[in-house]
């Protein structure tokens, strides 16, 4: 069974950090664009950051340009993102997506509509 799983999700002050991982079961990540994306109550949801299965393909979206990085380990099967500098606007659940769809182009995109699998979210709140 094709599984994402998030963690690392949480409470923290503005100004603090989280690494959320994104953890695959039931398949290989090397062929696998990988997506960041949350969604705000009442909202759809937004990509926040993408990384190609190559990692030679990385975008962020505006609002969290030189706070966030994302990265990927293929060989223990994870996608990260590290996010410093936490606002309370990134309060969001945040979810990880992957599609092999991208593959032969070499690169990631923000939209949501590549992305066929999806974890099930991690809740992040950034308040004092």
């Known amino acids: 069974q094709l599984q994402l799983v998030e963690s690392g999700g949480g409470l923290v002050q503005p100004g603090g950090s989280l690494r959320l991982s994104c953890a695959a079961s039931?398949?290989?990540?090397?062929?696998?664009?990988i997506g960041w994306f949350r969604q705000f109550p009442g909202k759809e949801r937004e990509g926040v950051s993408c990384?190609?299965?190559?990692?030679?393909?990385?975008k962020y979206a505006d609002s969290v340009k030189g706070r966030f990085t994302i990265s990927r380990d293929n060989a223990n099967n994870t996608v990260y993102l590290q996010m410093n500098s936490l606002k309370p606007e990134d309060t969001a659940v945040y979810y990880c997506?992957?599609?092999?769809?991208?593959?032969?182009?070499?690169?990631?995109?923000?939209?949501?509509?590549?992305?066929?699998?999806w974890g099930q979210g991690t809740q992040v709140t950034v308040s004092s």
């Open positions: 990384i190609s299965s190559g990692g030679g393909s990385i």
């Open positions: 997506a992957a599609t092999s769809d991208l593959f032969r182009f070499r690169l990631c995109v923000l939209s949501i509509g590549p992305y066929g699998y």
């Open positions: 039931g398949f290989t990540l090397n062929y696998y664009s």
